[in-house]
């Protein structure tokens, strides 16, 4: 049996800068909890969603657009790094858009989201989609003040994800596991992928979606409570 490969974590009160970011993350929990009595004072139905980049994030909003947007006034806020890319693309589908770009940081948060809320006119909006930066660590710890958090995540990223990247699919009400139309060819087992990140987190919802055909889509409509 060969050796265990030994692991490094940090002591309690080891990481650097650990009482600037427990401030930074207080701050934000308390500008996400005005931006969500704003919404419902407006009775915006809002949901983030989050996941690594290729996930499919965009495509699914785009599909719940196409599914949607005759029922409900949307909008969607799109983050990225740079550029308005996926916005265009989601204004394409019919929504509202706004792009939020961090610059360098790896995820939206709750004061970037006050920003823009502040742009639109909020009694035209009846649903919000919330594209965060593609990533799966960093947005986990920074709630925007939505109704729901969406992780999606796709057969293409191995079978591990759920237990290499717990936190995010822990703080997430709906996993999305999209691309199962290529699970065969990626050599991925969707059941297994599925207990794993019920294992994580045994109370999320989990939903298989092919974005590319639109199956699953209107289960995901559903859960959120839009149809």
């Known amino acids: 049996m060969p050796d265990e490969i030994e692991v490094i974590v ?19 929990r308390k500008i996400a909890e005005e931006n969500k009595q704003l919404l419902e004072k407006h009775r915006i139905r809002a949901i983030d969603v989050m996941g690594s980049v290729g996930s499919g994030k965009t495509t699914l ?35 509202k858009t706004l792009q939020i770009n961090t610059g360098k940081e790896c995820h939206l948060d709750a004061n970037l989201v006050r920003k823009a809320l502040s742009k639109i006119d909020l009694n035209d909006i009846d649903v919000l989609f919330i594209e965060n930066v593609g990533n799966l660590i960093c ?60 294992k994580v987190s045994p109370d999320i919802v989990v939903i298989r979606t092919s974005c590319k055909t639109g199956e699953g889509i209107e289960k995901v409509a559903k859960v959120l409570g839009l149809l």
Do not use: C, Q, W
């Not at 796709?154 to 139309?181: C, Q, R, W």
């Open 139 to 198: 947005p986990a710890e920074f709630p925007l003040g939505t109704d729901s958090r969406v992780v999606v995540i796709s057969v293409t990223e191995g079978p591990y994800t759920p237990l290499k990247h717990p936190y995010i699919f822990m703080e997430a009400d709906v996993a999305v596991i999209n691309k199962i139309d290529l699970a065969g060819t990626m050599d991925v087992d969707v059941d297994e992928l599925e207990a794993k990140i019920k």
């Open 10 to 28: 940090p002591d309690k009160g080891e990481v650097f800068d650990i009482e600037l970011e427990e401030d930074l993350l207080e701050a934000n």
């Open 61 to 95: 909003i785009e599909r719940l657009i196409g599914l949607l947007k005759d029922k409900y006034r949307i909008a969607v806020f799109g983050g990225d790094v740079t550029t308005t890319i996926d916005a265009e693309r989601l204004k394409r589908s019919g929504a």
